[in-house]
């Protein structure tokens, strides 16, 4: 069993914010892969299915950011799950929007929904780092993370979320290289050979034909003999 939890804030005038990005990541895998019902439980919502022929419990902490450890050790001491089978899904200030790293133990950066779990499970747990970018200076942090996402930032979220879904039973199956992967294929799709190669015949102009191209022989009428006498007068 695997613990999966997903860091933001309670309330619907969080539901949108950049750092509620950790609960959207639960809620779109859960929708998509068939999971149970939401339900309150350790201080949250939680709710149980399962990926890649793994069962996984996810959990939604509604202590507000900065408690999230509470809720997260409840769980993990009644499930009995050790620190190494819980993944955290948290917004992450250093890494571009739409990026997602994998990262297993390690300090909390100052975020302080890492803060509170490492003080109640340590901090040898798994993190999807999912990168919102940052507002150029530490003083607009608090603001910025506490604000909703802006319509132009929609698409690259949408292409996040859905990545993530996609590569879910990958990371159940502890295979992170096959999971980003999946990211990286809806947030940075290849281009397809064949329509390159369509764009490039269509930017190639057709050969035109020579304005002063030679006209062709006129026929000859004459018998070989005629041909033949004309030629020594």
């Avoid at 917004?91 to 003080?119: M, W």
Wanted: charged fraction near 20%; include cysteine.
């Amino acid at each position: 069993m695997q613990l999966w939890v997903g860091l933001g804030n309670p309330g619907a005038k969080y539901a949108a914010n950049r750092h509620n990005i950790g609960w959207m990541a639960l809620d779109r895998i859960a929708a998509d892969h068939g999971f149970g019902p939401w339900r309150a439980k350790f201080q949250g919502s939680l709710c149980e299915g399962n990926l890649g022929g793994q069962k996984v419990v996810m959990l939604k902490p509604e202590t507000f950011m900065n408690l999230s450890g509470q809720s997260v050790g409840e769980a993990a001491r009644f499930f009995k799950i050790s620190p190494a089978e819980i993944t955290v899904f948290h917004d992450e200030l250093d890494l571009a929007p739409g990026k997602a790293r994998v990262k297993t133990g390690g300090g909390h950066a100052g975020h302080n929904g890492l803060r509170s779990i490492h003080a109640h499970i340590g901090e040898a747990y798994g993190r999807v780092r999912l990168g919102i970018g940052h507002p150029g200076h530490k003083d607009r942090v608090a603001a910025y993370v506490l604000s909703d996402f802006a319509k132009a930032e929609q698409d690259w979220l949408d292409d996040l979320l859905r990545g993530l879904s996609d590569g879910a039973p990958a990371l159940a199956k502890g295979d992170s290289a096959k999971f980003l992967n999946a990211v990286a294929l809806r947030t940075a799709p290849p281009r397809s050979s064949t329509s390159a190669s369509k764009t490039t015949a269509a930017a190639t102009p057709a050969p035109t034909q020579k304005a002063d191209a030679d006209p062709p022989p006129a026929h000859d009428a004459r018998t070989t003999l005629q041909r033949l006498m004309d030629k020594f007068r």
